[in-house]
């Protein structure tokens, strides 16, 4: 069984054609970079497999069940960070974390404190999240979608924000989610951080994917995953 799979999936707005046939498979336990300039159909795919829009054609399993916004059961083993996360300014971190845990019954206090120790917050636990920086309310956004112990992770440009050493430590901790049998599908820009730490990466351009492949494999092919990228994907 896939973490992931996509059967032909489509998104029509209109005349525009934002996801195209797409298919993709992602095995439990990878981390799969999903790779595309703006504009190309990442953000509509994410929507889709999130339960967030309907396709035009086309289905979304995860877990081996399908998902449409009226079919969403399986999403409560999903965890996702999509755009900026949304956090009550006025409340600190770990209150924050505690509303979201309310929605969870096996979720306690001693996984609050577990995944602030994660993302590296625990010192700023205390502090009202009004006062976090974009790189800190990544990390909390972060800390939310693992509040629950999701078999599956969705993430939208999680290091958007982050100092270098911020991207390293959060390049380590998604190795080593991982690792530990966490499936990852990350949406980034950071070709060279995707490089580093994915197994497997597809590459989509006007709504189509037009690569695919293990990171190594392309790596013998290509120089880097920015020249593979640039191959594909005309520059202005």
Known sequence: MYALQTFDLTKRFG??????HVNLKVQEGELFGFLGPNGAGKTTTISMILGLL??????VHVLGEEVSPTRTHVLRQVGAMVNTPGFLPYLSGRENLRL?????????????????????????????VKGYSTGM????????????RPRLLVLDEPTSGLDPIGMKEMRELLRALAD????????SHLLHEVEQICDRVALIHQGRIVAEGEVRALLQ????LEEMFTTYVETP
Do not use: C, N, W
Not at 54 to 59: D, F, H, I, S, V
Not at 137 to 148: D, F, N, P, S, V
């Open 180 to 187: 530990g049998g966490t499936t990852i599908f990350l949406s």
């Open 100 to 128: 979201l845990a309310r929605l969870y019954p096996d979720v306690d206090e001693r996984r609050v404190d577990e995944v602030l120790e994660l993302v590296g917050l625990r010192d700023a636990a205390k502090r009202k």
């Open 54 to 59: 309907y396709p035009t054609a086309g289905r």
């Open 137 to 148: 309310k990544q990390r909390l956004g972060l800390a939310a979608a693992l509040l629950h």
């Open 221 to 224: 092919q290509y120089k880097s």
């Open 15 to 20: 005349d525009l054609v934002a996801v195209d």
